[in-house]
């Protein structure tokens, strides 16, 4: 990877680090805008600016090993590689030669933020919680909440595609 992207690698997972990390001052449903749209936004902001395959997944890695250094389980670093992971599968995957607009990227974000929450919820169930804790785990609030967050993290792809990713391409230009 060329440096002026590594370097941006390193700032955007910063970024990203410290919106997760604001998210423990929050309960539920702040929790989950905060994350959905300020993450989403990076993200994509990212995505556009580099439009190279695997960004986004670095970036998760690199969110996910900064979080375990905050004190959060090692499944941070899988939940959070699993989101970079989405959205690149899906954009340069599934998305690959077509018009990567906003259709593009909400699938992706949705899909993405929703397999995040799932993705880390479960291998928490699994590597800490009894059997108790999956007769609920499912039940109650949950899976509205990472539906409504994965439905929010669309206005962080708007914000970052409409608003931010072409002033940050307009001043980066062609040095990325």
Request: charge should be positive; include cysteine; hydrophobic fraction near 60%.
């Amino acid at each position: 990877m060329e440096a002026r992207r590594l370097a941006l690698v390193a700032v955007f997972s910063a970024l990203m680090f410290v919106v997760a990390s604001t998210n423990r001052l929050f309960h539920t449903i702040a929790h989950v805008t905060l994350d959905a749209v300020l993450c989403t936004c990076l993200l994509v902001v990212l995505m556009e600016v580099v439009k190279r395959p695997g960004v986004a997944t670095s970036v998760g890695f690199v969110t996910g090993l900064l979080m375990v250094l905050l004190g959060s389980p090692a499944i941070s670093i899988v939940a959070w590689s699993v989101r970079g992971f989405v959205l690149d599968l899906v954009v340069y995957g599934l998305f690959r030669g077509r018009n990567r607009g906003i259709a593009c990227y909400g699938v992706a974000a949705f899909a993405a933020f929703f397999l995040q929450s799932v993705v880390g919820r479960t291998l928490y169930l699994l590597l800490f919680m009894g059997i108790g804790a999956w007769l609920s785990a499912f039940r109650g609030i949950f899976l509205p909440l990472i539906a409504f967050g994965s439905a929010l993290s669309l206005v962080g792809v708007y914000l970052a595609l409409e608003c931010i990713a072409p002033r940050v391409a307009r001043i980066a230009g062609d040095r990325v």
